[in-house]
């Protein structure tokens, strides 16, 4: 857009009247995420309070519009990234987020727990050393105060708190162990997701008698506690469980982003913030 067409639209946020602003708004967001520095730079320079006002509405409207269609970009890829998927999601409210600066805080936890490796360890002392690392170094935990929180989706405010709920802590967890190379798939239980530690030398099959591969499972919410296939397959089964239906498998990365929208748009919902469910809706249709 030129900036003769975008003063001409500017210059007329100062109008009370809804319908005009409408138009206005319908106009710009036809522009791509570029338009949002001379927005800025607009509402900088601009001393009356409506015009400011909308003109940050117009900009939030601009990132949601290029979040989605980040997203959906993302979604509609053969082999996903899981990392880039959660990011994309924090993108949603914090739009200004940088990629660099979580990859960043994931290296350092990772180079902290890859200098303690060594190469004729087991799985088992392998995982010890990942949980006491993540666990108790850097003290990530279960958000158990305010368990509806939207912001303990969020991996920035995860990494920033160490503090997440069940979805975003395995995660978090899942993508460190993938990064050191560690055989493990995030297991997709509703009300507690695991993290299942497979035997690398057997082809993993993508049929329920694939848990016949897992060497053990990781409850990273309960602070990375081992547990057996028995004990997990105990648990699926309690009769007060909503899992009792699912198979201790791995799922897709793109199953594990739809869970953490979900978890996010349920919170939203608790708070009463339906315009975040809304838009959250449209991303999990994506999905």
Wanted: glycine share 2%; with cysteine; aromatic share 10%.
């Amino acid at each position: 857009m030129n900036e003769l067409k975008l003063e001409s639209l500017i210059a007329l946020l100062d109008d009370p009247d809804d319908s005009v602003f409408n138009l206005v708004l319908e106009e710009i967001l036809k522009e791509d995420i570029s338009i949002v520095d001379r927005l800025e730079h607009i509402w900088e320079t601009s001393l009356e309070e409506l015009v400011q006002n909308r003109i940050e509405f117009i900009i939030q409207q601009i990132q949601l519009k290029d979040t989605k269609e980040k997203i959906k970009s993302w979604a509609s890829q053969e082999t996903l990234d899981l990392f880039e998927g959660i990011f994309l999601i924090s993108r949603y409210q914090y739009p200004e987020l940088k990629l660099k600066s979580i990859q960043t805080q994931f290296e350092l936890i990772k180079k902290d727990i890859w200098l303690e490796f060594r190469h004729s360890q087991t799985s088992l002392e392998k995982i010890t050393i990942l949980n006491h690392i993540f666990f108790d170094r850097y003290k990530f935990k279960i958000n158990r105060e305010d368990k509806e929180s939207p912001q303990s989706s969020y991996v920035n405010r995860v990494l920033d708190t160490r503090k997440g709920n069940p979805i975003s802590i395995t995660i978090i967890y899942t993508l460190i162990a993938r990064s050191l190379h560690l055989p493990v798939y995030y297991i997709d239980f509703e009300t507690n997701p695991l993290v299942g530690y497979f035997d690398k030398d057997i082809p993993r099959l993508e049929n329920n008698e694939g848990s016949n591969q897992v060497l053990f499972y990781i409850n990273p919410s309960n602070k990375g506690a081992i547990i057996g296939p028995k004990e997990v397959d105990y648990l699926r089964q309690s009769a007060d469980s909503p899992d009792h239906k699912h198979h201790p498998e791995p799922c897709s990365d793109r199953i594990i982003i739809k869970r953490l929208v979900e978890k996010l748009s349920n919170d939203y919902k608790q708070g009463g913030s339906f315009e975040n469910v809304n838009y959250l809706k449209e991303i999990a249709e994506i999905l």
